[in-house]
């Protein structure tokens, strides 16, 4: 299943194949390269339906379904604070029934204590209209980008790293920081490298000390500049350890980026504590105008490498190492007689 295909291809790809068959795809013509190859692959796999008519239906109904989830749950709470601060009162109140607990927590402690007093109370809340309700929450979710979140995919990619939590987004960024600074000092004499295991924790130095002996004899020269380049621009900047490795972190992850993932960006972002956030768009506009030693596909296959790493060591979930625990909603059915269009809807909520 190619995981870059998004909702709007398959609801275009569905309903053409719902009205005009396998003349569907003609369509292709008119579109551009991207949207032409992913329509052509879709018709090509939706047209063979026995049932295509109630197959195609199926489709639309379940992509449309997918609108009527709130993503705002997984946000972070500091975002949704943010455009709440310009909304009435009743209106956040509304929006707080859309939101886990500790969101709701989150906001109303750092929401002003004036404002706290006039948000409703949760059975005033209930008291609206569905209807209206619903007009609110999608209003207020148009804030975002709809955060598609699955845990339904055997072999997540890096266009999914947006699915990691705040907590191992940091996990992820502190081993990446450990990584970049044990191969900018992996040519630091010993005494230089006593410098900066004494900056650190101790934990946090043996760590690092572990990664420095663990490179390989030789380590391409281009990762060897970036790196250092990272950590000299960083050096001078008054943080604690943890801090420090993850803003190191937050420069190679921005090196991964590019064009081809703006939107990603943007779903990492709202994952992010707003502080770490603000850094990583730094570093990604920094990267925009400054010679790059090492290409974004290299770092993207470091940050996958480091992912699974994680996943291996239990610090993040592990379907990154394509495993699923037995029971409940994580199971995927690969058994080669499953039906093909069962296939194709599990897939549903990965879109993005």
Not at 269 to 284: H, I, S, T
Not at 287 to 299: A, D, G, M, P, Y
Request: with cysteine.
């Amino acid at each position: 299943m190619d995981q870059a295909l998004n909702n709007r291809q398959r609801i275009v790809a569905a309903m053409s194949v719902l009205g005009d068959g396998e003349e569907a795809a003609a369509l292709a013509h008119f579109m551009c390269e991207s949207d032409a190859s992913a329509h052509a692959t879709l018709v090509g796999r939706y047209a063979r339906e026995n049932d295509r008519e109630l197959a195609m239906k199926r489709m639309v109904k379940n992509l449309i379904s997918l609108d009527s989830f709130s993503s705002l749950a997984e946000i972070h709470p500091a975002w949704i604070l943010e455009k709440l601060k310009d909304e009435p009162p009743r209106v956040i109140g509304i929006i707080l029934r859309f939101l886990p607990s500790s969101h709701v927590r989150y906001i109303l402690k750092n929401l002003s204590p004036i404002i706290c007093k006039q948000v409703p109370n949760m059975v005033e809340s209930f008291s609206v209209h569905p209807d209206v309700l619903d007009t609110i929450r999608r209003k207020f979710e148009g804030n975002f980008l709809p955060m598609r979140i699955s845990r339904l995919i055997g072999n997540p990619g890096f266009e999914n790293l947006y699915y990691l939590k705040e907590p191992e987004l940091e996990e992820l960024f502190v081993e990446l920081g450990l990584t970049e600074l044990a191969i900018a000092l992996s040519e630091m004499s010993p005494n230089v490298l006593k410098i900066i295991y004494n900056r650190l924790d101790i934990k946090e130095a043996k760590k690092l000390k572990a990664r420095v002996d663990a490179l390989p004899p030789e380590v391409a020269p281009e990762f060897v500049r970036q790196a250092k380049a990272t950590f000299m621009k960083l050096e001078s900047e008054r943080m604690g350890s943890k801090q420090f490795l993850k803003t190191i972190g937050l420069g190679a992850f921005a090196d991964a980026m590019d064009e081809d993932t703006v939107d990603l960006m943007r779903l990492i972002l709202q994952r992010l504590d707003p502080k770490d956030g603000y850094k990583l768009k730094r570093f990604v506009d920094e990267r925009r105008i400054r010679h790059n030693f090492v290409s974004s596909e290299q770092r993207r296959d470091m940050v996958l490498s480091a992912v699974r790493f994680l996943a291996q060591e239990g610090r993040v979930d592990r379907a990154w190492l394509g495993e699923f625990e037995d029971g409940g909603d994580n199971i995927e059915n690969k058994s080669a007689e499953s039906d093909p269009w069962e296939e194709e809807t599990k897939t549903l909520h990965q879109l993005a």
